[in-house]
């Protein structure tokens, strides 16, 4: 039977009505530096509430505005929070809906990748996951028409989440986002340093990240792996926690976007 997943956290992470999430997204992407360079392949972007790391998901999606009428596929990676589940999670869900409307699934694309081992397809881990749906909002606004590819990652490895990325990597009508927050609950000064670091190391294409450098480390190392073998460049497009946005600076989370542009690599 179809079905559509509900909104699970409209009017806790993001606005709840149409009008004042429309208007919250448009603020928060005008506020952002605009894209200049080669659209990108694939994102990072944070998925706290939008008071905290609205303004550096932004910045991310910012970068998409060449290619609203040509992106037709988002490829969409968040770790799961609430439920446990073993691999990567698609809906049995075939839309996703949100006060901006509803999305897609892409469900050719799901049949290119659901007799993969690690892949699996479970309602109950998507029901209240809001790693995935708060990025929604954002790609409803810039993007024209596009279906969409989710997977909650669980216990699965970086090479899980490469394989199905490879398998649905497609060419400029497919982007693939991964939705990840840095590090959790660390002073303002310490959570600096070591989201730096982190940033470098996804910055060298090194891997390897742990769950406590981002919460999305294992989708994180996937993308790097791919970026290596595709040879992207990855950019730095904001770095901030919420002491810098509007938390105190004595537990902070940390967030930062990233895009990945299909060129060759420049080292130092």
């Known amino acids: 039977m179809l079905h559509t997943r509900p ?16 208007s919250d997204v448009r603020e928060r992407i005008a506020e952002a530096p605009a894209g200049h360079g080669p659209v990108p ?34 490829v969409l990676f968040g770790p ?28 050719d694309a799901v049949e290119r990748v659901r ?14 996951e809001h790693a995935l749906e708060v990025q929604l909002p954002f790609l409803q606004t810039v993007l024209a028409d596009f279906r969409l590819v989710p997977f909650a990652v669980g216990q699965a490895t970086a090479e899980d989440v490469a394989e199905v990325m490879d398998a649905l990597w497609g060419g400029p009508e497919t982007l693939v986002v991964v939705s990840s927050d840095l590090s959790h609950y660390h002073p303002y000064a310490t959570a600096r340093a070591i989201d730096r670091a982190t940033a470098d190391a996804v910055l060298k294409l090194a891997g390897a990240l742990d769950h406590e450098q981002a919460c999305g480390a294992t989708p994180i190392n996937g993308l790097v792996a791919c970026a290596r073998a595709r040879k992207l460049a990855p950019a730095l ?9 509007a938390g105190d600076r004595s537990r902070v989370v940390g967030y930062a976007a990233f895009a990945f542009t299909q060129q060759a690599r420049h080292d130092a």
């Open 7 to 22: 909104a699970a956290v409209a009017g806790f992470f993001y606005p709840g009505s149409r009008t004042a999430l429309a």
């Open 41 to 74: 392949k694939a994102l990072i972007v944070p998925h706290a509430g939008y008071v905290y790391s609205g303004p550096i998901a932004a910045a991310g999606y910012a970068t998409l505005a060449a290619a609203r009428d040509t992106i037709r596929r988002v």
């Open 80 to 107: 799961a929070h609430r439920v446990a589940v073993r691999g990567l999670a698609l809906p049995e869900a075939h839309a996703f809906a949100t006060p901006l409307g509803t999305v897609d699934i892409d469900r």
């Open 237 to 245: 497009l904001d770095l901030r926690n919420s002491g810098d946005t």
């Open 115 to 128: 007799h993969l081992r690690q892949v699996v397809e479970r309602d109950d881990v998507h029901a209240h």
